[in-house]
């Protein structure tokens, strides 16, 4: 697998205009960079005029922040996989620490996974401990549940499609990232896991730590939040993993 570089702009920019500025820059930085897989998740509302501003077909792929576990129905707010998948989107981002901290559980998370799958979207779940659990010596029995409860009754044919993402939520927006020796053992603890599924790193990214994290750290790729929002940084990031 190709390096996945995921870039989450969460509940950014506010306008369209800044949103298609964003997204056709890094477009342009990134056209002729064929050994990388580069994904954009915007907010939902953005998706349908991205799509058709968009000037490349290789890269950036689009991906969603989240969705719903039910195809359609009387779920007001939500937006299920199919309508995802028939905009073109790719890729999606699930568990994030983020809607977590809005309630979202591991078996709700479970279910998303699921829905997401059978409409052959690709799954990015991410998982990851806060300050607390890491101070208390708890980050692997926290990984370990919401890995095993996330992936729980998937079937090995699902799991092809998957990816993971490390996200220390005490790392997220911190400017802060977790050490590359500690991030390192992580990702060897979670390979453990889950064995063969790509692996991507999230907490703090940028462009002069990137490179450290997949060829030392040994992630396959990245979730990139606030450096995300900066087209010429996440151009940098981009560019540093090719080099690896």
């Not at 689009?62 to 299920?80: N, R």
């Not at 996989?81 to 568990?95: A, E, H, S, T």
């Not at 997401?116 to 659990?133: N, Y």
């Amino acid at each position: 697998m190709k390096p996945l570089i995921v870039a989450n702009w969460k509940m950014n920019p506010s306008t369209l205009a800044e949103a298609k500025r964003l997204f056709n820059s890094v477009a342009k930085g990134i056209k002729n960079i064929g050994r990388t897989e580069v994904v954009i998740c915007p907010p939902f509302v953005w998706f349908s005029n991205l799509l058709a501003s968009k000037p490349y077909t290789l890269n950036p792929k689009l991906g969603a922040q989240d969705c719903f576990w039910v195809e359609s129905g009387a779920y007001t707010g939500e937006i299920s996989p199919i309508m995802l998948k028939n905009l073109g989107c790719k890729y999606v981002i699930i568990g994030h620490s983020e809607r977590r901290k809005l309630g979202e559980t591991d078996e709700m998370i479970n279910k998303k996974i699921k829905a997401a799958l059978e409409t052959k979207l690709k799954p990015i779940l991410c998982v990851g401990e806060t300050e607390e659990e890491r101070s208390d010596g708890k980050t692997f029995e926290v990984l370990t549940r919401q890995l095993e409860r996330s992936l729980n009754y998937l079937s090995n044919k699902s799991f092809r499609n998957l990816i993971i993402a490390y996200e220390p939520v005490w790392a997220i927006g911190s400017g802060n990232p977790c050490g590359i020796s500690e991030a390192k053992a992580v990702n060897l603890f979670i390979r453990k896991i889950v064995k063969n599924l790509p692996i991507l790193y999230g907490g703090s990214v940028n462009s002069q730590n990137a490179e450290s994290y997949i060829k030392e750290a040994k992630f396959q790729g990245f979730i990139v939040g606030g450096a995300s929002l900066n087209p010429q940084e996440f151009i940098r990031i981009v560019k540093s993993v090719v080099k690896t």
